[in-house]
Structures are given as C-alpha cells and as structure tokens.
C-alpha cells in the first residue's frame, strides 16, 4: 500500500521506523526539488540569482523527525508559528545546526521564551513586541534578526503594521539593544492576486533600506504565491504545504 502524502495527526508517526522515515525522506526530497525548481524559474524570469532566495521550511503541525530529514537534504531554515511547538522541536532537534524563524502572531508575554531558540521573529508589529524582545535578547546575551511584518491588505487579526507605519517601526527596532534589524516581512491578501501586494511591499522595503542599509531581508511568499514574491524581490520565502504536504486544519 502506498504511505499516504497526508498526515492526519492520528496517523502522523512520531517515531517512524527506518522504512516509513526512508519514505517520508524521499517524499521530502521529490518535494523540495519542486520547490527549488520553482524558485529557480521565478529567478530566471526576472534575471534574479536563486543564490539570493533563501528556503525556509515552514513545519508547523509536522513533527520534528521531519525537520530532522529537512536538515538532512539542506534545509536548515526552519519556520514555526506556534511557541509551545516550536519551543518543543527546537529542543527535540538541538543537536542540529539550525537556523529557527518565527512566523507566526506573537504575544509580549512569550517574547523572552521564544527568544531562547529563535534568531529570526518575521512577525515584529508592535513597538511593546520590540520592547520585550530587546530585553529579553540583551538578558539572555543573544542577538535576534528582526523583520517588520506589514500589512498589505488591512486586514485586522493577521498582524502587521500599515505601510505607513512600517518605517518609524523599523527606526525603533534598530536602536534598540540586542535586536538587529533584518528587513520586512508580509503575508500576501487573500483572494486577490498577489503581485500587486508584493510590489507594494518591495517599496516599503525599500523605503525602509533607505534608511537602514542593512535591512535587506524581505520575506515573502508561501506555497501558493512565492512565485510572485520571488519575482518582486523576497529573499526569503516560507513554504509549508508544497514541502511537507497539506495540513489538518487551517494553519
Ligand atoms: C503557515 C505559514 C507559511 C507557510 O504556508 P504554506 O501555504 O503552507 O506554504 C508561511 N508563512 C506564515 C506566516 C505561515 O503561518
């Protein structure tokens, strides 16, 4: 019988024997040269070198002996969205050298928790969230990469701050001590294309490089739009589905 390239959480092995982690390996594989194929055409397209697209796998729901095979075949940006999960892999998973990006909306009060294993928070939309990481990041001596998360499409409950808003965010974020900011960070609209959105966020970004030379991160695109995004200049994209399969519910 086929594995299922569906997990119900039910089904989902948390120790899987050599045979199924050896599917699941090769399933990982065939998923990611998808992935990189379409980066890599996205790339060309606009006459981009893939070298500056960086993959971060996003693994929220799946278990950590699938970040492990990520590891295993090069993907070593991992993105979760949820602390108590992550916090959970991140342990499960430290004897790898791995890079952890925050995704996801982020209490002030799980800032210094989530700061003892993330070294990137994409999601920073909140001058009390800039507050409590800098501290959090100066106490536990570590240096955290901070994106600005705009909202492009005012939509409220997603997080981000409006365009507008973004660059006196940005400001805040680079004087504060500990934190070191990277770039900007959006979530494309959903139901409209994509291009639009992202066009407008390579313009905040640049708005903000302007006065931050160093914050040339633009993290943008998932599964279904990193085409666009690539294609308007994300350096980063955060892809879930396409790599690891379909999630049980709407993470
Ligand atoms: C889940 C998630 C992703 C990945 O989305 P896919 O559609 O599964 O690729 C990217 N960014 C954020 C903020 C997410 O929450």
Redesign the pocket.
């Known amino acids: 019988m086929p594995c299922p390239d569906v997990y119900s959480d039910a089904s989902r092995p948390s120790e899987p024997d050599a045979g199924s982690a050896e599917h699941r390996r090769s399933q990982l594989a065939a998923n990611l040269t998808v992935v990189r194929d379409r980066i890599q055409r996205a790339c060309e397209r606009v006459g981009r070198d893939p070298g500056e697209v960086s993959l ?1 796998g ?1 693994t ?1 729901t799946f278990p950590a002996s699938d970040v492990r095979l990520l590891a295993g075949l090069g993907v070593r940006d991992i ?1 979760e ?1 949820r602390h108590q999960e992550a916090e959970a892999k991140a342990a499960a998973c430290a004897d790898l050298d791995l890079t952890w990006h925050f ?2 909306q982020l209490q002030v009060n799980k800032a210094r928790a989530v700061v003892r294993y993330a070294s990137v928070i ?2 920073v939309d909140r001058l009390r969230l800039v507050t409590a990481l800098g501290r959090a990041a100066t106490d536990l001596e570590r240096s955290v990469r901070c994106l600005v998360q705009v909202d492009l499409a005012g939509e409220t409950g997603r997080g981000g701050v409006g365009p507008a808003e973004a660059v006196e965010m940005a400001d805040v974020v680079s004087v504060t001590p500990g934190l070191e900011l990277a770039g900007v ?1 959006a ?1 494309a609209p959903l139901g409209v294309p994509p291009g639009p959105a992202f066009a407008r966020l390579a313009e905040v970004a640049a708005a903000v490089r302007a006065r931050h030379a160093e914050a040339t991160w633009i993290s943008a695109g ?3 739009d990193l085409e666009a995004a690539v294609e308007h200049g994300a350096t980063h994209v ?7 399969g379909e ?1 049980p519910s709407n ?1």
């Open positions: 971060v996003v929220k993105g969205n995704v996801g994409h999601s960070m979530v998932m599964s279904g955060r892809v879930g589905r396409r790599l690891l999630r993470r």
